[in-house]
């Protein structure tokens, strides 16, 4: 069974663009959720989404937000892209069942310079 | 807002030793998990915990969820040079939290050969 599939692996981006990532979960989840890792605050919760709908939502700025598609596959953007946005962003899948363990992709890498 | 403090920050031991590492809470969780984090990669599922008091192994590893619920405690037995990497313990809180996990700091483990 396929992992879950983040793309690109690696961003570098200027300062006040935006900036699109891309996750895939693991066939049959239905459940995704986004996260940012630095190494100052570690891993933060952002936002999840559930059949296509935001389901829980974490403590960042309305620059990021993200959707999901009827397939599950969902997307996250960030607009005015700040230096503090450099960061691993990593993606995770479940069922979306109460309790359900999630699994992490490899994370896409931005750089904002 | 909720956090955990995982101790230690940082192990280094020698092959063949026991590991033990703790994530205290001062909120309760419904669900404690760890993962494993390797560079350049996503953190990995090793263990989930669903009731207070439950003991779960995972081959080497060992697992608990706190009889109070608000602390949980991993046991590595036996290390070899392969356990290297960050370990994580994450939180669920509530029966909505779904795919929002509090995560801990994290602890750096060496293992010299």
């Known amino acids: 069974k396929a992992g879950v599939t983040q793309t690109p692996r690696y961003l570098i981006k200027t300062r006040g663009q935006q900036v699109t990532l891309s996750c895939s979960p693991i066939?049959?989840?239905?459940?995704v959720s986004w996260y940012q890792q630095t190494p100052g605050q570690g891993l933060q919760f952002l936002f999840e989404y559930f059949s296509e709908t935001q389901r829980n939502k974490g403590n960042f700025p309305g620059r990021f937000s993200g959707r999901q598609f009827s397939n599950s596959r969902s997307e996250m953007n960030v607009s005015t892209l700040e230096l503090g946005d450099s960061a691993l962003y990593l993606c995770?899948?479940?069922?979306?069942?109460?309790?359900?363990?999630?699994?992490f992709g490899n994370g896409t890498r931005l750089t904002v310079t | 807002g909720q956090q955990l403090n995982q101790s230690p920050q940082s192990m280094f031991i020698q092959e063949g030793e026991d590991v033990s590492m703790n994530c205290t809470s001062s909120s309760i969780f419904n669900t404690w998990l760890w993962y494993k984090q390797d560079p350049g990669e996503g953190p990995v599922l090793l263990i989930a915990l669903y009731k207070a008091g439950e003991l779960t192994s995972n081959g080497r590893l060992t697992a608990q969820f706190g009889i109070t619920r608000k602390d949980s405690f991993l046991n590595i037995s036996a290390s070899i040079p392969s356990d290297v990497g960050i370990y994580f313990c994450a939180g669920r809180s509530g029966g909505t939290s779904y795919g929002k996990l509090t995560f801990g700091q994290g602890t750096i483990l060496t293992v010299h050969p």
């Open positions: 995770a899948s479940s069922s979306g069942g109460v309790g359900s363990p999630l699994h």
């Open positions: 066939s049959g989840h239905r459940s």
